[in-house]
């Protein structure tokens, strides 16, 4: 049986009320958010079919009949550039049986979509081209039999979806985030690496986990020596759907790296301020973007079940940085792979004790506000409220 997620989130509202109580009294989101199917599956709902989610680099399907499997929410899509040169998003489903069109994680270039199952084809804008041998079946009508089209755009070179075709525009998703990116020229820079992670943990203990340094002293001390973890600001921006803030780099340190040493090129179009720091922002609910001097990196997050997720971590330099006979990202991806798993270790920790029925949610610390952002985010969505953050200063 489906779970009902219409409404609100399957959650008692006094244990949401304590974790939108003012920044101070708070508790974190209880356990339920967690650990339940019924909270996942909506979310899934809300969150994830409901907003705008992030499906990685425009630059996947680049050029005309580039065609990419993906998933977002509770449906697989069809990313697909069109010979007009147009990004479209299509639910990945045939229109006869509703075999997939191309696999999870599949891409290829080609002309026409073509069903692998009785060989149904569509144009690159989602139009039933030919349907073979369908005799003198009489209600084949080209126009009724078209993709099922969804919600896409672009920012920043990142695509997003939004599979309920609900959400407000992009932009005011994105909010006053893109004034703060707007340096870093994202849409032009190119991927060097990218990582894959599974995860024993909640999607939202991984967001939770970057939201702050508090831990850093403790489980990151290479990080700890480049960037001092009680460094920087968050952001207090409250238009669009993003958390996050900067942290300063060490004197030495020209970036992140084991050394501080960076073996990029410094983005042209930072100020000396943004030269010195990092910024780390979670546009929600599923793509972290980290800022630096030199590089930008992201971790793209999917829930899998509520306690495991999967997490692609990318690495985007400055496209001439890259075409240098010399270049080598590893300083850079190296650092963050450690980080990482470093990470990964405290979050599945994490995990393990929330799983346990004698977890009880903890308080938010002073250091820890933009976590109590991101979880009054969650918590004021899952009470059928909009989705928005509290301040801290309203306390
Ligand atoms: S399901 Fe695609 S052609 Fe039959
Ligand atoms: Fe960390």
């Not at 990945?92 to 026409?112: D, K, P, Q, V, Y």
């Not at 692998?116 to 126009?143: C, K, M, Q």
Request: one cysteine or more; aromatic letters at 8%.
């Amino acid at each position: 049986m489906e779970a009902d997620v219409s409404g609100p989130a399957p959650i008692a509202p006094d244990q949401l009320a304590r974790t939108l109580a003012p920044f101070g009294k708070a508790r974190m989101l209880p356990r339920a958010a967690y650990v339940s199917e019924d909270v996942l599956a909506w979310e899934r709902e809300h969150f994830f079919d409901g907003t705008w989610v992030c499906a990685g680099r425009a630059d996947l399907v680049a050029q005309p009949g580039g065609q990419l499997g993906t998933r977002i929410g509770s449906t697989g899509v069809l990313l697909m550039r069109g010979n007009d040169n147009r990004l479209r998003a299509f639910a990945n489903i045939c229109r006869h049986r509703g075999h997939e069109l191309l696999a999870c994680g599949a891409s290829t270039t080609r002309g026409a979509v073509v069903c692998p199952y009785h060989g149904w084809s569509y144009e690159l804008d989602g139009s039933l081209r030919h349907a073979p041998r369908t005799g003198d079946v009489p209600n084949i009508i080209e126009s009724e039999f078209g993709l099922v089209p969804l919600a896409v755009d672009t920012w920043a070179g990142w695509v997003f979806v939004n599979v309920d075709g609900k959400a407000a525009p992009l932009a005011e998703h994105i909010g006053g985030f893109a004034e703060i990116a707007a340096n870093w020229e994202c849409e032009r820079l190119a991927v060097g690496a990218t990582h894959h992670y599974e995860l024993n943990a909640n999607w939202k203990v991984a967001i939770e986990n970057y939201h702050e340094c508090y831990h850093c002293p403790l489980i990151h001390p290479e990080l700890s020596r480049v960037s001092p973890p009680e460094s920087g600001d968050n952001v207090d921006d409250v238009s669009g759907a993003f958390v996050g803030g900067s942290m300063v780099l060490a004197p030495h340190a020209a970036t992140m790296s084991i050394d501080g040493r960076s073996q990029g090129v410094p983005l042209p179009g930072l100020t000396d301020e943004q030269r010195r720091e990092v910024m780390y922002i979670n546009v929600f609910p599923n793509l972290l973007v980290s800022l630096h001097p030199d590089l930008v990196m992201t971790h793209r997050i999917e829930p899998l079940t509520p306690t495991t997720s999967r997490v692609e971590c990318q690495w985007l330099f400055d496209p001439a940085a890259i075409a240098g006979p010399d270049f080598d990202p590893s300083y850079a991806v190296d650092f963050w792979d450690l980080t990482n798993r470093q990470d990964w270790a405290a979050v599945e920790s994490v995990q393990r004790g929330i799983n346990s029925p004698k977890f009880v949610p903890g308080v938010f610390t002073e250091s820890e506000d933009a976590v109590y952002h991101f979880a009054t985010m969650v918590a004021s969505a899952y009470a059928g409220q909009p989705l928005a953050r509290r301040s801290v200063v309203e306390a």
